[in-house]
């Protein structure tokens, strides 16, 4: 019931995000739209920010983990663009300038915890460099999806998806070669 609850605030935040800004959604409305007391939402979230969170992480980490595991590496990088395509809204604001830095930081995080989490999955501890190979990865593949987003979505999906793989570490290449959804042949 708890987790339903968290997710129907998230759910209808986002569908709030289509026709406002995060800044102009005021916890009042949300709640007014969810149809819950004020109060349930602080239950939930202390602040604007763990709802950000909590909507990226809903948006991200959920879909990517649960793909990267059965699909791969190229197909949780296709995942994660199509559903920025579905929230074009929530994303292009979350990246204007008063928010840039937050949504960079809560961004890579999920990311970086949805990758770790898969390797640590797939092939037990993880050393110190794959750590980082990971890290040095989801960093620059974010970037890159940064200034997608900030272009207006210019730009192919699956020859995005087709140049990250190439930029794939080799020290993390292992984990993710036998996967159907790995590309090879880019």
Partial sequence: MADDTRQQIVQTFLRLT???SVAKISVVQLMNEVGLERETYYYYFDDKYALIEATLHTLLFSSYSA???TDGLDAANNAVLESIVQHQN???DLLSNQNEYMFKRIYCGVSLMAMEKYLATERGSISDDIKFAAKFYVYAV???VYEWVQQGLRGDIDT???????CLPAVLAPYFINLKSTMSNH
């Fill in 160 to 166: 995005l998806v087709a140049r990250f793989h190439q």
């Fill in 90 to 92: 929530f994303y292009k």
């Fill in 67 to 69: 793909i990267l595991g």
């Fill in 18 to 20: 289509e026709t406002r």
């Fill in 142 to 144: 974010n970037n890159i």
